[in-house]
């Protein structure tokens, strides 16, 4: 096998980052019994504490499905929550704009993306600003590029565009510059049913078959502790309603708006999905949820939110733990705190991935680009993060040990103290056996130095200008891109649509 | 419990890093049956193509065994190999200079070690440079001043030290300096000897207590492949005969040294390890001696080595299968090819210790602080890789999930939106709940802009400047001080001990 090999032409190497099934054994840090603990605590306290739920639509829902409503609050039975969990999906397909990048969302399944929600974006050559449209469809362009991105995020807010045209803005964006999932914001029914018209007519797809399966996702935030806020309820309700994907994520900082603990940082969010979730499949049965967690902790000195810490991973298994418990797919978060892409910075997001992928996240948000807990988006560190989002990709798919892989004749072929590089395994392998890095640096010391001594840092900006600069994205229909250009055109004469809150 | 907790003084956090059990799930690359395949390959190479050993002393040794010895050809059978595996220790006993940092290397135990062997020291206030004597005591200072490290490492060569007096030099920095597991180089007869006999005075122990159990530890490359040369097959007869520890590490680079493939490198290394161990065993069966692999990458277009790649990763997978097939302890690597203590370096080092905890590894050399593929030794890279080592021995620690940490009584006291700084709960554990990072910085954009704008890498050498300054080390006793001096002194006058090659 391996002289045969030798005689075919090198072949480029092409390994899929698009449907990843998560390898890693899972980690538990919790007893089943305490997960229990856990699971029966989050019931206790939906019944007896309740959520405030500030959309009366929702808690009409609610009160039709059993609960019982005493003015803003909800006390939820446990009851009602078991139905939820029954009826919601285990398994979700999702729909992109080319069919080699739909993927399916469920236990097992491993997806990424990148930092989301920042109102700065930052880079080396333009440095720290408020986020603005070319940011936005820059970052666009760069997820569109590398595969191990299978969901556009909402990276950074677009401050430039007003809020009333964002959305236009936004979904526009992603589907010219992108064949991904797409993210679409919970910030009102008028924004929300526009953005499902323009990507439902832009796919080509009937209302029917738009509905049947998702073609996007939100990502509703609880507000913590137990409140659940005007255009998140409606979220939950619009997406539900039409078939698309919420992903419900509270985001509780142990110390400051949930417990110290993990174990009851982790019980308060577990106990406001599950308030969440089941208000989704009272709105319809079977509707696409994702289970989320966002939980670290605040450094108790200063106040101030940290990431990627002992207690941030520790949180990531307990909700892994959690989310098996419920059978659904679910998100969780790496991320930085750190104020630039240095040392901090990666290790912090490679500490907190690790915790996610042991969790056995289906989907791991923020995992590129992340930096100040949240505040800004950086171009390099995207770059860089992706780089490691890479090598993990590359270990989704294993390696082999038959006899060719063994190769008990390349031992043979090789004296004592000599070398591989030429035998003829290696000669048949040496183009497609290793990942080749984007911007892992190899060379010595004294060529990097006449180099110029950059930094990976560094480095990465010539990388994201690169990517720019050629150009990627899918081929657009110039009919449809038209239709879209006239709706939003139209849309906009008409005063668009304000987020609501 | 809450409620007494208050009442009490704040504690103090103390977390033991010195005695770690490995936490993480064992993770797989191959299946048993490859595992096996691998095995029996590596029995055949040593059978049949054999290993060159370049000291007589030990060819005879071997031949005395049962090996057929071809020259400077030894071929091992099988028998051999069982029979060694079957008298090596499972579980080792390491006596450290005080009680409270003796160890148990065994399977499931976890241990550290910084980076070593690097001809260059460097750091951003002198810059890179050779090893000198000072570089080594401020390392050796810096090991033995974070917990989380177990053993101390031969770091950097102190070149400036002539190599008939350095062994001198470096036993005496290590036991004046610390009181952790010492290394000791195999560097001919002489110097082991000479080594030996300080440490047991030192420690003040007879040589029937000495050889009773390992006080020290060398570690043994192979040529790979197949060579195992003079000063390396000496010290693994010293070290058996004397009862101190053995690392075996081959060094096997694939594509390079080795086979392209990870099974087939991983292949040869076993091989290698299990031709030294048998060595070990014929000396003195049950003399100590850990099972070790250092396989990673190199690039295929240079030739250059690369760490914390896929393949590295992977190699570490497979070499805990095969190191859990011996039942014996065994030391793994992470490290960086990185030429500055950048993201890179950063992200190189993490993902090469996730390889290496996933592993199962008893012993993770190199994981702080190792730059350039183990030509320097950053100072700043061993603040910053400690941070990580640090978080990952918090994990060792685990969490708790009674009903306390689940705290129904804390989700209680808050209103819905309200925050949970002030519960009864976060007042009684505000001080011990989170780990405390050394470099890491929770501080906003505008704080740690008006304080510099300092990166990690910066911020790291106050870190370093400050443990140097304070002073770290256990109290010596003068006498025994005097004593080991006196000796060095008379032996240097006598014309020292050059190493043997």
Chains 1, 2 share one sequence.
């Not at 609960?67 to 139905?83: H, L, N, S």
């Not at 130095?449 to 657009?476: F, H, K, S, Y």
């Amino acid at each position: 096998m391996a002289r045969r090999s030798r005689d075919k032409a090198p072949v480029v190497r092409d390994v899929n980052y698009r449907q990843l099934r998560n390898p890693f054994p899972v980690m538990e840090v919790f007893s089943a019994d305490e997960i229990a603990s856990m699971h029966e605590t989050a019931l206790r306290t939906l019944e007896e504490l309740g959520m405030k739920i500030l959309l009366p639509e929702a808690r009409h829902m609610f009160a039709k499905g059993g609960a019982r409503v005493d003015r803003e609050m909800v006390y939820i039975g446990r009851d009602m929550v078991e139905a939820a969990l029954a009826s919601a999906p285990k398994s979700i397909e999702c729909r992109a704009g080319a069919a080699h990048r739909d993927m399916v969302l469920e236990l097992g399944a491993l997806t990424f993306q990148p930092g989301a929600g920042a109102p700065h974006a930052t880079d080396l050559k333009r440095g720290r600003r408020p986020g603005s449209a070319r940011d936005y469809e820059e970052l666009v362009r760069l997820t569109q590029h590398f595969d191990v991105f299978q969901m556009v995020a909402p990276l950074i807010e677009p401050q430039d565009v007003p809020t009333h045209l964002r959305h236009y803005f936004m979904t526009q964006t992603q589907l010219v510059h992108s064949d991904k999932f797409p993210f679409i914001f919970s910030r009102g029914t008028p924004q929300v049913m526009e953005s499902f018209e323009m990507l439902s007519e832009f796919r080509g797809v009937s209302a029917a078959e738009f509905e049947a399966t998702p073609h996007a996702y939100t990502i509703i935030n609880t507000n913590s502790p137990r409140t659940l806020d005007v255009p998140m309820a409606q979220g939950l309700i619009d997406f539900a309603k039409h078939g698309q994907l919420s992903i419900v994520t509270p985001f509780t900082l142990m110390g400051a708006m949930a417990p110290i603990t993990v174990a009851g940082a982790i019980t308060l969010s577990h106990s406001e999905v599950l308030a969440a979730l089941t208000l989704t499949q009272l709105v319809k049965p079977g509707a696409p949820v994702c289970y989320g967690t966002f939980t670290s902790n605040v450094d108790m000195k200063s106040g101030a939110p940290a990431f990627g810490t002992p207690a941030h991973f520790q949180a990531s298994l307990a909700a892994g733990q959690l989310a098996r418990f419920t059978g659904l797919p679910w998100r969780s978060a790496a991320g930085s705190a750190s104020n630039s892409n240095d040392v901090q910075a990666a290790n912090e997001n490679q500490m907190g991935l690790w915790g996610c992928l042991m969790a056995g996240a289906t989907v791991i948000i923020h995992s590129a680009g992340w930096l100040e807990g949240g505040l800004s988006v950086s171009y390099e560190k995207l770059i860089t993060d992706v780089e490691v989002l890479n090598m993990i990709a590359e270990l989704c798919g294993g390696a082999k040990a038959g006899p060719d892989e063994i190769g008990f004749a390349a031992l043979q072929e090789v004296d004592p103290s000599g070398h591989f590089f030429a035998t003829t395994q290696t000669m048949g392998r040496y183009n497609t056996e290793f990942y080749e890095p984007i911007v892992h640096d190899y060379a010595n010391f004294g060529t990097w130095t006449e180099r110029g001594a950059q930094g990976a840092n560094e480095r990465a900006t010539g990388v994201w200008e690169r990517i720019l600069a050629e150009g990627t994205g899918p081929d657009v229909d110039a009919e449809k891109l038209a239709h879209l250009q006239a709706y939003i055109a139209k849309r906009t004469e008409a005063g668009g649509a304000p987020p609501e809150s």
